[in-house]
């Protein structure tokens, strides 16, 4: 019982990094209607820019204070992302107004590659530190109750209250500023939002600065876990069955569907794992979400599609 | 209009009621379509004309009601089945296929007859090619009825909105439809096209004795070729008869003249 | 615009194509001998890549300098990029056996790209040498004239992580109901120990429990849950790249004590555990070389290469485990020729078939060793026709937080287990093959 | 001038339905025909034989299966590479479970192994449509790479899980020699390009067509979805089962599942999008673009005779091959067919402007 709820717990924690990933999928479908496979790429080019900052900066100025020079990085990464949303707006998804979505889908794959290489190009290849000062050892609660406590990941913790804190945040603004409201409209109709007079370009970029944070705040949560080198990029892939899940559309889904991948994962791969030789994580998600679509086409919680003629 | 022999009910809808989450698009709507004659469907937008077809082809199931053809009663159609017994159907907003050519399109109408297998279709020898000649040959001559034949090659997507209705109408002819269901054929025209089509209506009419549903907001069009009238308003019926009946009819005429029920 | 960038993309393939169609063509450059260098310099396994790649492109370079050659003559070198994918190593393989008058020996530095390249090499003749990796039953050199599993294979290092494990617990005995786990990288690489270790548990009646991580192994949470569950005695880390790293991480993460944690001899080197730190130590792994700048090689290296700021790459990097690793390949390919050299006639340019007797009859003792600067690196080794391992020794070595400490202890895989082990997974890939045993004739040749 | 087409009358619908009605083009691929069979097995080089040509024949087959899934029938799938592992380990299997079983026979067998898991995986199809379909066919890649690493028996119970196949040789004839090898790939090549060629322009084309421009319309003329989206599927997986043996037996000829993961599907979808969806003729402009480019461009600096630092060599590399895609996608989002097709426009009026 006792290892169930630590499994259930480990689960729901890197689940809560799924959301964050997942979530950066959703606000650029919602906004643009592209499926950004980039996402991934993204995390890696965020954190990398984010570790090599931290490192040149107290290299080049001599200042001495490390969580200056991590707010500093933190925020020069931030401005390598925008900049990057930019570009991308410029020259790719400008000139890529409505083209069926496999076209687009096809594009941020392009995309994906051109970051790896230019990531890695500017920033190097090697294994890089993030320091945040995350705690590293376990906490144990309970032990009174469960023989040997449930073990829990101080490092997972802070990073699952971070993730959700950004979560939240991000709905907030996506609810209640103008701007939030200005990228929902645009979500819902381009046409619509153009002819009221939004900026669509002006929204992508935002669109993708955001992604972009989102992406940022994830590299740096999983490279000062990991360390960070490329294989990060390979982590948003846990993301796509959560978004799929949820429903291409739907925040909330994001969310919740991270949740129960990321505990479904763990669960399955401590429980039933075992049974089958291991290592059915990597699938187990993608199977999990086949069927549930076999039900809802359209995922928990993306709207429903009606065919008219 | 020359005399036709209208024969026996062909196409029986009885009670059909269909609703969307709540939202009713169609209550209670009983008619009936008689062998040969052409039959209109008239209402205001959103009065249900094309959710009624697509009742009829199985597009959508209907909660209620029963749809007896040719005396087989059903309570909810499956598409192929209403293909097979020969009912064709053509679109309001255009549902070609974007991404073939004016044949193609044709004959894609015809795949219900063609009999090849998979292996023989591979092979392409002997009766395949046979098969795609002899079908090839039949819609040519619906290319020649609708004179389009400058177009046989073009992809669909680049003809003008006129000509894709009377593709849209090929492909449903190439079925050789004893029922010929069609939505806004004339939508959209302008007052050749109207009359070009028309003319293709009557013909398939006269020339083939096919028995024709047709929805239409042309009254005048509508009052010219129609044999009878079925008046839709909200989802209900609220007229069925003669041109001359319906034109009489005050419920009608509220509902065109747009007063409030 | 459209037609234009039509023909400007016909353009670079076209040209592309003509320039590949004669770029292979061998014309034998005068005494040169050339080393192809399939690398890996990017994608996940890059940061254990590199060091590997600099090490032997700088002993190439040093051995130039500083002698001149073999006998006078030069060595030549180019590097290809597989980024450790089976199909890019087969085209790297194929771009380069033939370029600057013939390839003399691959080292693979992968097991997939190993696994393909294992049938080609006997067609175009020339050695595949996979120190420490590759093929398992390789070791059988009446079988696999070409392959050169040199120093060990997975099956002896699993081997020799048993013995010390029994060693630490006090004897053979001790093992008798204890729990080992051995997390692996999921893939041939790190499945290759599993016939091993599993005839071991039959021996010594200790359960075996696999712990599968997907590749490239960043998401080892449940791997570590369950460890936690089972709560194994010892944990077996049989890993790659960033999986080390993390895994490393994950045990501390779950409280899991390093002390009881060995990895195999890919598990142990500075990027496993640079930034992990304390966290890692204890940590142990097995040791096919030293590390360090002190050997004499490591010292001619800086003095002739980074000394005329030739490196490849960084100061610092030489001398690390990996790149230690690294001039041993290269040295024992440029061995096998100078081997070769002394059979086939001096100062002439070795064909890889030649270069394959020579790593066939290598005999490199102590004092040879010695001379080639390499005291106390590496344990002395020797090939045979039959042997295509020529060691199987190995050390382990214990992370403190900064450094890796070697111990002293040399251990010796098991032959009564590893030979007929060897011997029938050999039978079975040639039965496949249709390979036959060479005859003692061929050994001559 | 040279491309005109005046006075060539078709006077039969059958001349009319030839795959290439106009005599130049005939012409010209009777000439590719010859040059592929009679010339390059002489003049080609091993590496280009080996690394270049090989792979991008039996690329191009399996870009062919593909597109008929995702070109004409609209369903987009990334689990490609899955089903071609299936055609390859279960190829591999009929020959080493079997004596004496023929090559081309389990070849064929490994693709209709393939075609079995591709209908499998394929109902879901019946119901998910578009992102969500290509995410849910990723189940296919990520099951079957799990499956062929974890379950010993379809390895044959090889303890690292990777396999190797036999000498090859049909009826006798080694298959051992580049040339030999090429000339096998080149033969189902072609004989796969004219039997998919021909069920995309038959009725089946036609309704897999119908089905991925225009579901209901289709339905309403009498096209079953199920039969449609599941024959598509069927052939797909079968031709790219077949790709996959080939890739296994005759370019590796040993493999480990990871021959076949995630990145040759996405390769793979490259091909078809950047050759041309809907395209038989563009899946083989989309091999050659991914498997050559690649290549040309990290040989690059030694032609030039700048010796540039390898790693830097591979990132440019990946940029310059990202940067081409979207620049692609961008320039012709109906990829290279369509410019070859609009080439062709332009050359007919040549030299009078329209």
Redesign the interface.
């Known amino acids: 019982m006792g290892f169930f709820l630590e499994t259930l717990i480990g689960g729901l924690m890197s689940g809560m990094l799924y959301s964050l990933v997942a979530l950066g999928f959703v606000l650029i479908f919602k906004a643009s209607g592209v499926f950004n496979f980039a996402q991934g790429a993204m995390v890696l080019f965020a954190a990398l820019a984010m570790a090599r900052f931290a490192e040149w900066l107290p290299a080049l100025t001599g200042l001495d204070n490390k969580v200056l020079a991590n707010v500093l990085a933190f925020a020069g990464a931030m401005v390598v992302m925008v900049l990057l949303a930019w570009v991308i707006e410029r020259l790719v998804l400008g000139k890529l107004v409505n083209q069926e979505a496999v076209t687009l889908l096809m594009a941020t794959l392009g995309i994906t590659y051109f970051l790896d290489g230019f990531g890695q190009t500017l920033f190097g290849n090697d294994i890089y530190k993030i320091d945040i000062g995350m705690p590293k050892d376990p906490m144990f609660l309970f032990e009174n109750i469960f023989q040997g406590g449930i073990l829990v990941s101080k490092e997972d913790l802070y990073a699952a209250a971070i993730a959700a804190a950004l979560v939240t945040a991000l709905s907030v603004f996506f609810q209640y500023t103008t701007t939030g409201r200005a990228l929902r409209a645009v979500a819902d109709d381009h046409q619509a939002a153009q002819s009221i007079g939004i900026p669509l370009s002006r929204v992508w970029v935002i669109v993708w600065s955001v992604a972009g944070f989102v992406a940022l705040v994830a590299g740096m949560i999983w490279g000062s876990k990991l360390g960070v080198q490329f294989s990060l990029s390979v982590l948003a892939l846990k993301a796509l069955p959560v978004v799929i899940l949820g429903g291409l559309t739907s925040v909330p889904g994001a969310i919740i569907g991270g949740l129960i991948l990321g505990m479904g994962e763990k669960l399955s791969e401590v429980f039933i794992g075992p049974m089958v030789g291991g290592g059915i994580e990597i699938w187990f998600g993608y199977v999990v979400v086949l069927l549930v679509l076999l039900v809802r086409p359209q995922g928990l919680f993306g709207e429903k599609i009606i065919d008219r003629v | 209009m020359s005399e036709r022999n209208i024969g026996e009910v062909i196409l029986d809808v009885r009670n059909i009621s269909l609703s969307?989450g709540g939202v009713n698009a169609l209550t209670d709507i009983s008619f009936n379509v008689r062998e040969h004659e052409v039959r209109a469907i008239i209402g205001p937008n959103g009065a249900g004309k094309?959710s009624m077809l697509?009742c009829i082809?199985?597009?959508y199931t209907p909660q209620q009601g029963s749809i007896t053809f040719r005396g087989r009663t059903f309570s909810h159609m499956n598409?192929?089945q209403?293909?097979?017994m020969g009912v064709?159907?053509t679109?309001?907003?255009l549902?070609?296929?974007?991404?073939?050519n004016v044949i193609?399109n044709i004959?894609?109408?015809?795949?219900?007859k063609?009999k090849?297998n998979?292996f023989q279709?591979?092979?392409?020898l002997g009766a395949?090619?046979r098969?795609?000649?002899a079908h090839?040959?039949f819609v040519?001559q619906i290319i020649d009825f609708l004179e389009i034949q400058a177009y046989r090659k073009t992809p669909v997507g680049r003809l003008p909105y006129g000509l894709q209705k009377r593709v849209d109408l090929g492909?449903?002819l190439a079925?050789e439809p004893q029922v010929l269901l069609l939505d806004e054929p004339m939508a959209g025209m302008n007052v050749e096209e109207k009359q070009d089509m028309c003319r293709f209506v009557l013909d398939v009419n006269d020339e083939f004795g096919t028995t024709i549903v047709l929805i239409e907001h042309d009254m005048g069009v509508v009052m010219d070729i129609s044999d009878r009238v079925v008046v839709l308003d909200y989802g209900k019926k609220i007229g069925d008869g003669s041109p001359d009946e319906v034109r009489g009819n005050p419920e009608v005429i509220a509902a065109y003249l747009g007063t409030t029920h | 615009m459209k037609v234009k960038s039509l023909f400007m993309a016909a353009a670079v393939t076209a040209a592309g194509l003509a320039s590949l169609i004669t770029s292979p063509a061998a014309f034998a450059q005068a005494k040169e001998q050339f080393y192809p260098l399939l690398v890996y310099r990017t994608g996940p396994y890059a940061p254990n890549g590199t060091p590997w790649a600099n090490g032997k492109q700088d002993y190439i370079k040093m051995i130039n300098a500083r002698d001149g050659g073999i006998n006078g003559v030069k060595l030549t070198y180019e590097e290809c990029e597989t980024g450790y994918a089976t199909d890019k190593g087969v085209e790297c393989y194929e771009r380069l056996k033939g370029k600057n008058g013939g390839a003399t020996v691959f080292d693979p530095q992968s097991t997939g790209i190993t696994f393909a390249l294992t049938d080609k090499a006997p067609i175009d003749k020339i050695p595949l040498i996979t120190l420490g990796y590759g093929l398992s039953a390789a070791q059988d050199g009446m079988i696999f004239k070409w392959n050169f599993p040199l120093m060990g294979s997975y099956w002896t290092g699993a081997d020799i992580l048993v013995q010390h494990i029994a060693k630490t617990a006090g004897g053979y005995d001790k093992l008798k109901g204890k729990k080992i786990a051995l997390v692996y990288h999921d893939s041939p690489f790190g499945k290759e120990p599993i016939p091993e270790l599993q005839e071991r548990s039959k021996m010594h009646s200790f359960d075996l429990q696999l712990i599968p991580v997907a590749a490239p192994g960043v998401d080892q949470k449940a791997a570590w849950l369950q460890v936690r569950q089972s709560r194994p005695d010892y944990v077996m880390l049989w890993g790659w790249g960033v999986m080390n790293s993390t895994a490393l991480k994950e045990a501390q993460a779950t409280g899991y004590p390093r002390e009881k944690m060995y990895g195999v001899w890919w598990a142990g080197a500075e990027p496993d555990v640079k930034d992990v730190g304390m966290g890692a130590k204890g940590y142990n792994a097995l040791a096919l070389n030293t590390a360090g700048t002190h050997p004499k090689v490591m010292q001619d290296i800086l003095k002739y290469v980074h000394g005329k700021d030739a490196g490849t790459g960084p100061k610092d990097e030489v001398g690390s485990v990996l790149y230690t690793r690294g001039v041993i390949i290269q040295m024992l390919s440029i061995e096998a020729t100078r081997r070769a050299q002394e059979r086939f006639g001096k100062g002439k340019v070795m064909t890889g078939e030649q270069v394959r007797w020579g790593f066939e009859n290598l005999a490199l003792d102590q004092k040879k060793l010695d001379s080639l600067g390499f005291a106390g690196v590496m344990r002395p080794l020797s090939t045979s026709c039959a042997d295509h391992m020529g060691s199987t020794w190995a050390r382990i070595e214990t992370w403190d937080g900064a450094k890796w400490n070697v111990q002293p202890t040399w251990y010796e895989a098991d032959e009564q287990i590893i030979k007929p082990m060897v011997k029938a997974a050999a039978e079975k890939y040639a039965a496949e093959k249709k390979w036959t045993r060479r005859t003692a004739a061929d050994c001559q040749s | 001038m040279l491309y005109r087409e005046n006075g060539q009358f078709k006077t039969s619908y059958r001349a009319d339905q030839q795959i290439f009605p106009i005599l130049q083009d005939r012409i010209a691929i009777a000439l590719v025909l010859v040059l592929a069979f009679v010339v390059v097995p002489f003049v080609a080089s091993e590496y280009l034989m080996r690394a270049i040509l090989i792979p991008f024949l039996i690329l191009s087959l399996a870009a062919i299966g593909l597109n008929i899934l995702v070109g004409y029938c609209g369903q987009i799938s990334l689990g490609t590479g899955a089903f071609m592992a299936v055609g390859a380990y279960a190829a591999y299997n009929f020959q080493v479970r079997i004596d004496g079983m023929p090559l081309i026979a389990s070849l064929l067998l490994g693709g209709v192994c393939a075609t079995v898991v591709g209908v499998v995986f394929g109902i879901p199809s019946l119901r998910i449509k578009g992102l969500y379909l290509a995410v849910a066919t990723l189940a296919a890649q990520f099951f079957v790479d799990w499956a062929f690493l974890r379950i010993s028996w379809l390895t044959n119970d090889s303890s690292s899980g990777s396999v190797s196949a036999a000498g090859l040789q049909v009826l006798g004839l080694q298959i051992q020699s580049p040339a030999s090898k090429y000339l096998f790939c080149l033969v189902f090549v072609t004989v796969f390009a004219l039997l998919a060629k021909n069920l995309v322009r038959g009725a089946i084309g036609r309704e897999w067509m119908a089905m991925r421009d225009m579901d209901v319309a289709a339905a309403v003329i009498g096209i079953r979805p199920v039969y449609a989206k599941l024959t598509a599927f069927a052939v797909s997986s079968f031709i790219v089962g077949v790709a996959g043996a080939l890739w296994g037996f005759v370019h590796l000829s040993t493999w480990e599942p990871a021959a076949f993961n995630l990145n040759r599907s996405f390769d793979l979808l490259f091909m078809v999008i950047i050759g041309g969806l809907g395209s038989i003729m563009g899946s083989f402009f989309g091999a050659a673009f991914i498997v050559v480019l690649p290549i040309v461009l990290d040989n690059m600096p030694y032609w030039f005779g700048i010796p540039i630092d390898t790693a830097l060599a591979a990132h440019l590399t990946s940029m310059i091959f990202g940067a081409l895609i979207v620049f692609f996608l961008v320039v012709e989002p109906h990829g290279l067919a369509r410019l070859w097709s609009i080439g062709k426009e332009k050359l007919r009026l040549w030299p009078f402007p329209h």
């Open positions: 969307f094309s697509n082809n199985g597009v598409s192929r209403v293909a097979e064709a159907r679109f309001q907003n549902a070609l296929f974007k991404g073939m193609d004959m894609s109408g015809r795949n219900l063609m090849c998979l279709q591979a092979l392409r395949a090619q098969e795609e000649e090839r040959a040519e492909r449903a079925m």
